[in-house]
Nanobody, 124 residues
Framework: QVQLVESGGGSVQAGGSLRLSCAAS????????MGWFRQAPGKEREFVAS????????YYSDSVKGRFTISRDNAKSSVYLRMNSLKPEDTADYYC?????????????????WGQGTQVTVSS
């Protein structure tokens, strides 16, 4: 069993930055991948970024590439999402997810473990 806890959400003005953290506990190993997804009101949950804990391979959605950076600290079983140049359209609840043996890191339905989410609000 894996437990995920996000932190670091908040409210910022457009152009600002936030750093989200996701702390994992339980049986999580290097063959896991961890991802960030977001869901705005009335919209479907969408992929933001993912990182493979073993080799560090990273994927980003086109909408955040160049602005967001995902990183990991395996010693702390944690994953981070640094968000720069935030836009109002980045406003959403952000969720951390984890699973192993994934073939499609962008598909939220493939992830078994989820955090409770943290809210990010970007005002114009």
């Amino acid at each position: 069993q894996v437990q995920l806890v996000e932190s670091g959400g908040g409210s910022v003005q457009a152009g600002g930055s936030l750093r989200l953290s996701c702390a994992a506990s339980g049986r999580i190993f290097s063959n896991y991948a961890m991802g960030w997804f977001r869901q705005a009101p009335g919209k479907e949950r969408e992929f933001v970024a993912s990182i493979r804990l073993g080799d560090g391979i990273i994927y980003y959605s086109d909408s955040v590439k160049g602005r967001f950076t995902i990183s990991r600290d395996n010693a702390k079983s944690s994953v981070y999402l640094r968000m720069n140049s935030l836009k109002p359209e980045d406003t959403a609840d952000y969720y951390c997810a984890a699973d192993r043996g994934l073939n499609d890191y962008r598909d939220y339905s493939k992830y078994h473990y989820w955090g409770q989410g943290t809210q990010v609000t970007v005002s114009s």
